[in-house]
């Protein structure tokens, strides 16, 4: 083994919310403050945005811009 190749070990990954999941890394112990188990994107909390939709489109229909 070289002396500059890294060193990958199991780490375990410990996220805000408190999931914890396993991988490869240099390190030990990962913290990190968003997983698949908390992130907007994987919840579906993400269509929120759809709902402005609807606000853009009364405002336009208000004030008489068309699209």
Do not use: L, W
């Not at 410990?14 to 994107?41: N, R």
Request: aromatic share 12%; hydrophobic share 20%; with cysteine.
């Amino acid at each position: 083994m070289s002396k500059y190749q890294s060193n990958y070990v199991d780490s375990v990954a410990t996220c805000a919310c408190g999931a914890t999941f396993t991988t490869k890394s240099t390190k030990e112990k990962i913290h990190v403050e968003q997983c698949s188990e908390c992130h907007p994107f994987y919840t579906g909390q993400h269509q929120k945005n759809t709902a402005r939709r609807g606000k853009v489109e009364q405002f336009n229909k208000k004030y008489g811009f068309t699209e």
